[in-house]
């Protein structure tokens, strides 16, 4: 990286979820920019492959076994990265699931299940990651957002309610500690082609409506949000707070007519 204003080398950096998907692709951009990458997630034989993938010979990634919906765990997770480096000066937040069904078929526990590790556990992470960050005065945290926090889709209302629970999480922890030096923003993807969701975007029928509903007409993949996390960790982005950023292929933008004009 020529232009140490986009550089993470050095930093130490969180991610949560960290083992597939999103957070497997942005911990290994983190990873190739020299910056110390510690990946936490709930299975730990997934979470080592993914270390050892992600590794290079130069810049090895440390991986722990965290439920984010638990406090112990987190605080196990926490005290460990301190004990190692003595900071965290970046948090990813990615962990989250999804259950795609009728509202009215949703029983408590998937309600919870969904709840529990979207809302609540990123609320535990960010808390317990910012309790460190504002006695040394820095830091970024990036929550995961969703293009359902735009608008709903049918069939996600449990994700998009928590959904929307981090993205006022990000505007509150913004506001109350940016006097601490500590900026908080997210992301928010559009369509993004990953192992969770490629049996969705199989069916031609979706893949079409997608495509037509995205003004760059093409599902996003993982690495398209690689430039959105690391300007969001870098000094590039240090007036820059409370903020999210909707990497959607401009589906946001407007709604589209499905004629030709």
Not at 14 to 40: C, D, M, P, Q, Y
Not at 62 to 87: F, N, Y
Not at 131 to 157: C, E, F, H, W
Not at 230 to 238: E, G, K, P, T, V
């Amino acid at each position: 990286m020529s232009d140490k204003l986009f550089s993470v080398k050095d930093q130490v950096v969180l991610v949560t979820g960290g083992s597939r998907g999103i957070g497997k692709e942005l911990a290994s951009a983190f990873v190739r920019r020299n910056a110390h990458v510690i990946i936490a997630g709930r299975h730990k034989q997934t979470l080592d492959e993914t270390a050892t993938e992600i590794s290079t010979p130069s810049n090895s990634v440390s991986a722990q076994i965290c439920d984010v919906s638990s406090t112990d765990d987190v605080e196990l997770l926490i005290e460990s990265v301190i004990s190692q480096h003595g900071r965290i000066d970046t948090l990813v937040s990615v962990a989250g699931i999804n259950k795609r069904m009728k509202a009215e078929s949703y029983t408590i526990d998937e309600y919870d299940s969904i709840t529990d590790i979207n809302a609540k556990g990123a609320w535990i992470i960010a808390q317990a990651v910012g309790r460190k960050m504002i006695p040394q005065g820095s830091g970024s945290i990036i929550n995961v957002d969703s293009l359902n926090t735009y608008a709903p889709l049918r069939g996600t209302t449990p994700y998009a309610m928590s959904k929307a629970s981090v993205l006022m999480m990000t505007r509150g922890l913004a506001n109350e500690w940016g006097r601490h030096g500590i900026r908080v923003n997210s992301i928010a993807p559009g369509f993004i082609h990953t192992d969770l969701t490629k049996k969705v975007w199989a069916d031609e029928t979706m893949r079409a409506w997608g495509k037509t509903n995205t003004p760059l007409e093409r599902l996003g993949k993982v690495s398209d949000l690689v430039g959105a996390a690391i300007f969001l960790a870098s000094d590039a982005s240090q007036f820059m707070s409370g903020q999210t950023l909707r990497v959607d292929g401009g589906f946001t933008a407007g709604i589209n007519w499905p004629v030709e004009l």
